[in-house]
């Protein structure tokens, strides 16, 4: 019988809120992703390029035909020939960096020069100023970190206006990290070694080996007085993420709790959902926070902070790329530059249902509905279920589970702002609505929603059919894979308002692990001669035909419960120049 393990959910703004009373208490854990915005690629960037040179390498292929490693369908490619060898651990297991990129470079020093040249060149982000700045007001006392860089010592040269502020300790000298923060030298960086920089600890001599044991040992005994604030961290290092079990297990660790910050569409790894849910176990408060990046993290967190001197932040804030809103285009010489494929949600659900019961997790809440047959939209977040739907249906599906409190629970705009659970569940209802009534069928994907013509030779598609010519058929070579002219959507957050992003897509059915790259083929031959006209012209379509004239649409159609209704204008976002 397969185990999950159940860790509390903490929205973003909710951790914003707890790090505003407990920041002096609060240590932070830095790994990789806190350095991405500097230009730095995360150790899981980095293992796909490993990954990429052992194809091209011993394949004998162009390097042009992966070269794009976001592509899905060459992930696949380059994963099923690495898992295809048998010589290296599976996906996602905690020694497969290691294992992967002493195979492409089994030498130490070139190790070291790839490592080098990938962070060589990278200036502190907004992000690490904002953590010098919190380290410089005391919110902020010591710092963690797997890195290879010195953008925390760069950001804090800068921020204090010397490099003698902080101190940094490291596995050479575990016994000054200790002393530091005996004596409260603060504020400190402490740069852990974890199982792998340019060798494996196993390969290290055994006096460093002795040391790095030290140094986890003072680990321990900091999160015995200090909560922590993980961040741009995967969790990829057996030896870190041992020593933090480690310390959940003393009991009355992180009393200012933990809390792991976490982006991107897939969960976090194994090894962190096992120790959060230790962690709740434990009683130790914190848990999984879904945030955009590391620098709007920070910054969310200084502007709640009093007593901050901002003068370098605001600086390199003027400095950073950014878009405003523009007026309405007007005249001759009033049309956008640019036409954006974003279109005002003018109203949405102000309310949805909460429902309070004994039901663990998004898989139980999905099976509880299935089992109750009945049609309602859910999700589960810290605050309990929420849900849209007519209350009979949410009570069948969820009484067996001893509801405690069936209440409404406000959706604050404000929430929308990051990818949260509130988020997931207005684009859910969105997307319903909009497929109810459009002749439209939904494929739900993590943070996008595609919808196509549930019957792409009905006339009602005319006008499509004009911009793109045949709407639907089969891949060649592949009879199971079939596709459709369709849109994607998703819910975001620009200009203080939320937005639904429109964009034309090849919806495929019958995906498989051996036609995928055949349908990203497709897809690309399909598409890459669109260009403004005929992508104005679709982008128009699709505003057009899913506002419906700014009529409200509603996702259920249900009268006694709560429904999702909305209301979509067909005016797309524009940008232009600001001024002749």
């Known amino acids: 019988m397969r185990i999950e393990h159940v860790y509390p959910i903490v929205e973003s703004d909710d951790f914003a809120r707890r790090f505003q009373m407990r920041a002096g208490g609060l240590m932070w854990l830095l790994g990789a992703g806190a350095s991405a915005s500097s230009g730095i690629p995360t150790a899981g960037e980095m293992l796909w390029e490993f990954k990429q040179a052992l194809y091209v390498s011993q394949r004998k292929v162009s390097p042009k ?23 290296f651990p599976v996906e996602g297991a905690p020694d497969e960096y290691a294992a992967i990129f002493e195979a492409a470079w089994p030498s130490e020093a070139d190790r070291r020069t790839y490592i080098e040249s990938r962070t060589r060149g990278a ?3 907004y992000g690490h100023l904002a953590l010098a700045t919190l380290l410089m007001a005391e919110h902020s006392k010591i710092i963690w970190t797997t890195n290879f860089d010195d953008l925390v010592d760069d950001a804090c040269a800068k921020v204090f206006g010397t490099t003698s502020a902080l101190t940094t300790a490291g596995l050479q000298a575990p016994e000054l990290a200790r002393e530091t923060i005996s004596g409260q030298r603060w504020p400190a960086q402490i740069k852990l070694h ?3 920089r340019f060798r494996r600890l196993k390969n290290t001599p055994e006096e460093l080996r002795h040391q790095d044991a030290q140094l986890r040992h003072v680990l321990i005994e900091a999160c015995q007085t200090s909560g922590m604030v993980v961040a741009g961290y995967s969790g990829r290092d057996e030896s870190v993420m041992s020593t933090l079990t480690e310390a959940v297990k003393q009991g009355s660790s992180f009393p200012g709790g933990l809390f792991w910050l976490h982006r991107g569409d897939y969960p976090p790894l194994p090894a962190v959902i096992s120790l959060l849910t230790r962690a709740a176990e434990s009683g130790i408060d914190g848990g999984l926070v879904t945030i955009e990046n590391f620098d709007e993290t920070t910054r969310d967190l200084v502007r709640l902070l009093k007593g901050i001197d901002t003068t370098t932040l605001d600086a390199v ?6 878009w405003t809103a523009t007026p309405a285009p007007a005249g001759k010489k009033g049309w956008p530059v640019i036409r954006l494929n974003a279109l005002p949600i003018s109203v949405l659900p102000s309310t949805c249902r909460r429902i309070v019961c004994n039901i663990e997790g998004h898989a139980a809440v999905r099976t509880a509905v299935a089992a109750a047959e009945v049609d309602v939209l859910c999700t589960r977040t810290r605050a309990g279920v929420l849900a849209f739907g007519a209350d009979t249906d949410l009570r069948a599906a969820f009484e067996p589970f001893g509801i405690t409190d069936f209440a409404l629970h406000p959706i604050e705009p404000q929430r929308l702002r990051n990818e949260t659970g509130e988020r997931g569940l207005l684009r859910d209802a969105l997307s319903r609505a909009l497929a109810r009534e459009g002749g439209l069928t939904i494929d739900h994907r993590r943070t996008t929603d595609l919808l196509a013509p549930s019957d792409p030779k009905s006339s009602e598609w005319e006008e499509l059919r004009s911009i793109v010519g045949k709407l639907s058929g089969v891949v060649e070579k592949f009879p199971e894979l079939i596709w459709r002219e369709g849109v994607g959507l998703r819910i975001d957050w620009a200009d203080e308002r939320p937005w639904l992003l429109v964009e034309p897509r090849i919806v495929f059915s019958g995906l498989s692990d051996e036609n995928r790259f055949a349908a990203t083929d497709f897809a690309r031959e399909r598409t890459v001669k669109r260009y403004n006209g005929p992508l104005n012209a679709l982008v128009g379509f699709w505003a057009a035909r899913l506002a419906k004239g700014g009529v409200p649409q509603r996702a259920l159609g ?3 419960g709560v429904e999702a209704v909305f209301q979509l204008s067909d005016a797309t976002a524009f940008s232009r120049r600001i001024g002749p």
């Open 65 to 87: 035909s992966v070269e794009d490693l976001t592509n899905p369908a060459v992930r696949s490619l380059i994963q099923n020939y690495i898992s295809s060898s048998g010589t």
């Open 123 to 125: 200036k502190p982000s």
């Open 317 to 322: 804030a003027g400095e950073r790329r950014r």
């Open 194 to 196: 974890g199982d792998f």
């Open 558 to 560: 249900v009268s006694a």
